[in-house]
């Protein structure tokens, strides 16, 4: 079971949070050369980075990925990296390597082999944080997606993906990777996100893929 802390509300549910990641990287460098953190895009985590970027820790030893990427230029409103460009690496993040999970190219496939290379050198992550859709969706595993079983089961690190719930194709760290991080936390704002996730907890993770990574994660969850 999966632990579940609940906030007041959703402002003070980012700078709590954004406190414990911090605190989690300070203690990884404290025994090894670099730490890994891994986020994911979406609306949601915007203010986690705000605060994340302006604690003073040594950024310089600290790699930074994203859970899944859509796959469009950063010139586009839909681009993670974009995100992460605007509101985690700068301030004191600012000095952060980031490792990016898109490369200029028609389809994700043709970019999967460096891509997956360059995520491996990463390993392994320190800390990660996952959002949900009320699909039950995490990173890019989606039901109903043409590589659900690859992405669910494979032993592959990366998966490239399409399906109906989603605008574009993606890009995804497996369910392997994902379990595979030291600290795991799934971030949920609203009454449907957390009826979705009491939902899922009863279904397969083929119909809620969330549940293939509930066990050892704490989520945090406000209801506005
Ligand atoms: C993405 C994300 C995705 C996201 C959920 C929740 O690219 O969309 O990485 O997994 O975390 O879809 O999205 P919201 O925070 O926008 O509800």
Redesign the pocket.
Known sequence: MPVILQYPDRALLMRDLAEMVADQLIEALETQESATLVV??????GPIFDSLCAVDLDWSRVRVM?????WVPETSE?S?TRLLRERLLVNHAAAATYVPLYADAETPEEKLPELSEALSQLMPISVML?????DM?????FPGADQLDLALHGNENLVAMRAPG?PEP?I?LSAKVLKSAISRHI?I?GAE?REALEKARHLSPEEAPVTAILNGSIIHWAER
């Open positions: 994911p895009g979406g609306t949601t985590p994203l859970t899944d990427e859509r839909r993670n996952l959002g949900m859709g009320t969706h995490t990173a890019s595993i989603a993606r995804t971030v704002v996100k």
